[in-house]
């Protein structure tokens, strides 16, 4: 599968992901309309998981712990950096300074598990490419 495909199947999974998890999210606020949402600004920022491609390759051999944490951290440094870009733009939809665990409320610790599964997700894809 082309590197443009795989970022189109990247963003969009994360696009649908977001949505799920703030729906989930408003569902505990009490909404039970379950209403979720994201941001059109978010796709490529999802679909840039194809530069975690070469990790998926040098890791391969390694446990899932190690894999899981080193993807966790590399989207923990995109989701970084893209939210200073966008911020400088003041275009960032997305604002954690209201999270406890809050960096520059650019990145939430806290969703560290969260990432750690979707890097792992996104590798599973990565490894079945020729199926998608």
């Known amino acids: 599968m082309c590197m443009f495909k795989r970022f189109f199947v990247y963003g969009s999974l994360g696009l649908s992901l977001e949505i799920l998890w703030t729906g989930f999210n408003s569902f505990l606020r009490g909404d039970l309309t379950l209403t979720g949402h994201s941001s059109v600004i ?12 070469p990790m998926f390759v040098q890791l ?5 712990l190690l894999r899981g944490f080193m993807y966790m951290t590399l989207i923990f ?10 911020t400088f733009f003041n275009i960032c939809p997305w604002s954690y300074l209201n999270a406890a665990l809050n960096i520059n409320g650019l990145i939430r610790l806290d969703y560290g598990p969260l990432w750690f599964v979707v890097g792992l997700i996104y590798e599973f894809l ?7």
């Open 77 to 86: 440094a995109m989701e970084y950096w893209a939210g200073l870009v966008l």
């Open 42 to 53: 978010m796709f490529p920022i999802y679909g840039a998981a194809v530069l975690l491609e």
């Open 60 to 64: 391969k051999n390694c446990s899932v």
């Open 126 to 132: 990565y490894k079945r490419r020729e199926n998608l």
